[in-house]
């Protein structure tokens, strides 16, 4: 019912910035809140920042004064701005949706990722 494509990773240098995007294609559903999420090598998938539809935002504390995350409620995209970019940034970012019934979650959605690299 959802189809998420992630886009704008690369390879950044320290202290440089890049943007992501996510668009979200959704088929007969309500989608709630949107939010990328990484996993870098060896480290367990974390949150990095969520934004409902309403635009209520939520922070990884790693990603506060740094990361922007913003939406499009009406087309269902969400981009991530990323600045002052360091090693530790170095992951798979993925984007994330979650689908609502009745007021209440009901599935989730991810994307397949796309790898940020940040490294001089």
């Known amino acids: 019912q959802v189809h998420l494509v992630e886009s704008g990773g690369g390879l950044v240098q320290p202290g440089g910035s890049l943007r992501l995007s996510c668009a979200a294609s959704?088929?007969?559903?309500?989608?709630?809140?949107m939010g990328w999420y990484r996993q870098a090598s060896g480290m367990q998938r974390e949150l990095v920042a969520t934004i409902g539809r309403r635009e209520n935002t939520l922070y990884a504390n790693s990603a506060k004064g740094r990361f922007t995350i913003s939406r499009n409620v009406a087309n269902n995209t969400i981009d991530l701005q990323m600045n002052s970019l360091q090693p530790a940034d170095t992951a798979i970012y993925y984007c994330?949706?979650?689908?609502?019934?009745?007021?209440?979650?009901?599935?989730?959605?991810w994307g397949q990722g796309t790898l940020v690299t940040v490294s001089s």
């Open positions: 959704a088929s007969n559903t309500d989608i709630g809140p």
């Open positions: 994330y949706a979650q689908t609502m019934y009745w007021g209440k979650p009901r599935a989730d959605y």
